[in-house]
């Protein structure tokens, strides 16, 4: 039901735009959360938007570089990443939330989209 694309192979500093979007599910209900996991790491949270988009919450290592926003009337978010650094390099999945608030933990999240891979070359 959640589908994430736009992910691709960038140099380091360069950008890229994932989207996640979904059929069946009207994200405008839902709290939206980005996720990755990199090869032999834990999958761990990148940003998060509530259903309203009223409120927003970047983790550290990509606060300033990354901007979460969604778009209700074509029932999308997004993840801009600028300033791309080797280390976000990884598998990001999009994950929907029913409620008004930020969810913000893996646990949380009841809808998974199936990934798409970021790469990011030195």
């Known amino acids: 039901q959640l589908q994430a694309s736009g992910g691709g192979l960038v140099q380091a500093g360069g950008s890229l735009r994932v989207s996640c979007s979904a059929s069946g599910l009207p994200l405008d209900y839902y709290g939206i959360g980005w996720f990755r996991q990199a090869p032999g790491k834990e999958r761990e949270g990148v940003s998060y938007?509530?259903?309203?988009?009223?409120?927003?919450k970047y983790e550290d290592y990509v606060k300033g570089r990354f901007t979460i926003s969604r778009d209700n009337a074509k029932n999308t978010v997004y993840l801009q990443m600028n300033s791309l650094k080797p280390e976000d390099t990884a598998v990001y999945y999009c994950a929907a939330k029913w409620g008004v608030n930020l969810y913000n933990t893996i646990a949380e999240y009841e809808y998974w989209g199936q990934g798409t891979q970021v790469t990011v070359s030195s």
């Open positions: 938007i509530s259903s309203s988009g009223s409120s927003i």
